[in-house]
């Protein structure tokens, strides 16, 4: 199965929620009308696609009825395309132009932070990319054990300290390993926290700052994951993180099983965060590069 197909297959749950309830209420022949725009107005904020994206959405179907541009199904589909594709275009790719390029991966409790950075370090790898992993989830004895079950099955390499030690110190010690062995990428694994608990949005700023003492310009990505299936919870802890530490992209994962995949245009519509990597899949290679275009082909196909 290619990858489109295997999009399309995973993203069902999300078509149903919104393409086809869409397709059902404008059948073959109904005219476009007021009625109709609201319906498809309750469907998009009921998928959680957003208010901001369903206003941008609903006045430019009310603009091309108006104009008599907006016939039937074929030219409400093709509208509904562009404006889902325009939404999420533009920051997508990932910033790895320096050597090492730091990426902090940031998130709430129980979303799979340590299985994705074991993903995202063998999609690198099998890029030919070499991968240091940086243990700074101290607080649990078993993230680190976790993450040193993930460098040994994907073989990044992997700097770790005690638990409960400083996780700047990790950090810095694994942002120096990567300078002196010439690494290409250095992934930090941070401790899960409620992004409404201040203490720990602190201790990631310092990791930060202790970044930055080594590479002012790093990191160069601070990604937060967030799981599909909270819908709208992903919006306000996006919005908290982003608050706090800057992010510049979101992993949004487990789209495969949840009719909630709409969050992802609310996201970026309302926090102006790309999403830059998506889980289908529990494999080991079901995290990919979000492309906008194949995510909203694929929804619609």
Request: aromatic residues 4%; without cysteine; hydrophobic residues 45%.
């Amino acid at each position: 199965m290619g990858l489109f197909d295997k999009l399309k297959e995973k993203l069902s749950k999300t078509k149903q929620h919104i393409v086809e309830k869409i397709e059902a209420v404008v059948p073959v022949g109904k005219k476009i009308d007021e009625t109709t725009i609201e319906e498809i107005e309750e469907i998009l904020i009921s998928s959680d696609v957003g208010i901001q994206a369903t206003e941008q959405i609903t006045s430019i179907l009310r603009k091309k009825v108006k104009e008599g541009a907006l016939k039937d199904y074929s030219d409400l589909k093709s509208l509904l395309k562009n404006e889902l594709y325009k939404i999420l275009e533009n920051g997508t790719s990932l910033n790895l132009s320096s050597k090492p390029a730091v990426i902090m991966v940031v998130g709430v409790n129980g979303v799979g932070k340590t299985t994705t950075i074991g993903k995202l370090g063998y999609k690198f790898i099998s890029e030919g990319k070499s991968v240091v992993f940086a243990a700074a989830d101290t607080f649990r004895a078993a993230a680190i054990q976790q993450l040193e079950i993930w460098a040994n099955r994907v073989g990044a390499d992997i700097v770790k300290h005690k638990s409960g030690a400083d996780p700047a110190a990790v950090v810095f010690d694994a942002v120096q390993h990567a300078r002196a062995k010439k690494k290409d990428i250095v992934i930090i694994d941070t401790a899960g926290r409620l992004h409404t608990k201040q203490p720990l949005m602190e201790e990631l700023k310092k990791i930060n700052r202790v970044i930055k003492k080594s590479i002012p310009e790093a990191p160069h990505e601070i990604l937060l994951i967030l799981d599909a299936t909270t819908g709208q919870n992903a919006i306000k802890q996006a919005q908290l993180f982003n608050e706090a530490i800057g992010l510049t992209g979101v992993v949004v994962t487990k789209l495969d099983g949840t009719a909630k995949g709409g969050v992802i245009f609310a996201i970026k519509k309302e926090i102006g965060i790309p999403v830059k990597l998506i889980g289908i899949g529990e494999g080991i290679d079901d995290l990919k590069e979000f492309n906008p275009k194949e995510f909203v082909e694929a929804l619609f196909d």
